[in-house]
């Protein structure tokens, strides 16, 4: 009986607390990556919109950089589920099932899914000194070269990492190389980016929201973007060509946003918050800046709970056994 009074009065101030959110106290959306990043722009984009569409909602950005990711979605995991601590993450929370071997949580239990953000298409891009001028003269220099060329990413779990991974793999189920090429990880987008745009580095595979602005000015070379089919509505890269229709079977590749609170945050909260996201979602500003960054806001089923842990779950299944017959693994 004791046991009953406590479990109510538990559950009574739990729901108190629901209707009373989000209160005084700070929404933090926390965000794997350092500032500046593509998907420290999106969070920042998303906590400006979701003030106009939450009432007393007060959003910030906390960056909690390291380990591909997975120390900030370790925080957000072990966090009060209050509704105060949010993860804004990327595809790397379905990679991250395949990279680690042991994780300190489980990406489909330990967090309750609010809805998907965006979706970004990713691009194949070189260094500006490259003696090719389309997909097609760059596959062939690629496999001139095979073994004396480096590839940069973001780091282990960086959405660059796992385009090169499927990328690789894609060119080497088409006709296998003769040589790896080297792969050069860094601390982040920007860095790798500077080695690229320097010539310390040959190529890369990164999000628009990165890419975009860099290929615009010449700073490094464009030679196909990662969607099944051309970005016919993006004004820079519009006659790029996609890997598939270059000969790459079936790859399609976006590095989509996802926003999550930990398990057990209570219902009234998580509808708010689902609530407030999907008003966001269709807030024209949002959608422009978002546009302005190559990205393209979810209008789809995925921005319900629902639907958002449905397409995790089959990214998983396709992410964990590219990333296991390459065998990437970390602790």
Partial sequence: MKRLLVLATAVTALFANAQGYPGAKPISF????AAGGPTDRVARDLAEAMRKTMPGGNFVVENTAGAGGTIAATKVAKANPDGHTLLLWHIGMAATAGLYRNLQYKPLED?????????????????????????????????????????????????????????????????????????IPYGGTGPAMIALIGGQVDLMCDQT???????????????AVTTADRLSSHKLLKDYPSLKEMGLKGFNLTIWHGLYAPKGTPAPVLKQLNDALKLALKDPEFIKKQEGLGAIVVTDKRMEPAGH??????EIAKLKPLIEAAGKFAD
């Fill in 111 to 183: 967090f309750e899914y609010l809805g998907m953000v965006n979706d970004v298409p990713m691009t194949l891009i070189g260094k500006p000194q490259l003696p090719a001028n389309t997909y097609r003269d760059f596959e062939n220099y690629i496999r001139a070269n095979s073994g004396k060329l480096n590839l940069a990413h973001a780091g282990l779990g960086s959405a660059s990492h796992l385009c090169g991974l499927m990328w690789q793999s894609a060119i080497n189920a088409k006709e296998p190389m003769k040589e790896a090429m080297t792969t």
């Fill in 30 to 33: 926390v965000v794997p990556f």
């Fill in 209 to 223: 929201t990165s890419t975009t602005a860099q290929i615009e000015s010449g700073r490094v070379r464009a030679f």
């Fill in 309 to 314: 842990k449905a397409f995790v779950a089959a």
